[in-house]
């Protein structure tokens, strides 16, 4: 019997990392534009749509988690589930744009970076946003095997990785908020989250910080990130960010008063 030996030349491999909940919208056509990928992990947050289904009919390996340690946590479920060389992190609302796809699997076929960020083009109620902050934004979402891990943040966490990024050509499509009920719903969990992570940090809240930070938000929004040439809908996305604000510190202070008693 001859010796095994590795194949050195064999190609290098792409894992995608999802996490969902009721995210049977656009969850289709976000697997759809994955067919370059090895392996598609879900991790799954409890969905009573039809998430699952979905998920499992386009190839996609479904692990159910119903607790939830927030996003951070979540998606480094879903990459520590992969086996793949190569890891890519994405929403369901977000879209690999056919020009992504062809570079992400260039850059995986000779890396110059262990990590690549990602040009994100995202949409507010059906109109795409290129300023307010929104744009340009670029986000690291692949990398290396090992090179990289998510914060443990309960929400707007973060990659962490040592080496600089390498940016990709092609556009990561981002349906953000398809509505205005999504604002709504969005507004209220990210606001809850907010307070939630800062009350565990022993931050304070109050009503004075609350219309300060949150009139601050509208500002930075608004003018300093021109969100004005964005029109109605940069104005609708300055006040979305401020009452998200304002909330998150009106709940921080509930938070703090409800554990000191009062």
Known sequence: ??????????????????????????????LAALSFADDIVVIDGGSTDETVSIAQAHGARVIVHTDWPGFGPQKNRAVEALSAD?????????IVSPELAASIQAAIRAPRAEVYALDRLSSFCGQWVRHSGWYPDWVPRLFKRGAARFSDDLVHECLVFETPAARLEGKLIHYSYEDFETVLRKLDDYS??????????????????????????FIRTYLLRRGFLDGRTGFMIAVFNAETVYYRFLKLDA???????E
């Open 1 to 30: 019997m001859q010796p095994s030996t590795i194949d050195s030349t064999a190609a290098p491999t792409v894992g995608v990392a999802l996490i969902a909940r009721n995210a049977a919208a656009r969850l289709a056509q976000c």
């Open 86 to 94: 190569w890891i890519l992190s994405i929403d369901t609302d977000e």
């Open 192 to 217: 809850s989250a907010g307070a939630q992570q800062r009350h565990a940090a022993g931050k304070r809240g109050g009503f004075g910080k609350a219309l300060g930070r949150g009139a601050w938000a």
């Open 255 to 261: 938070a703090n008063r409800h554990h000191d008693g």
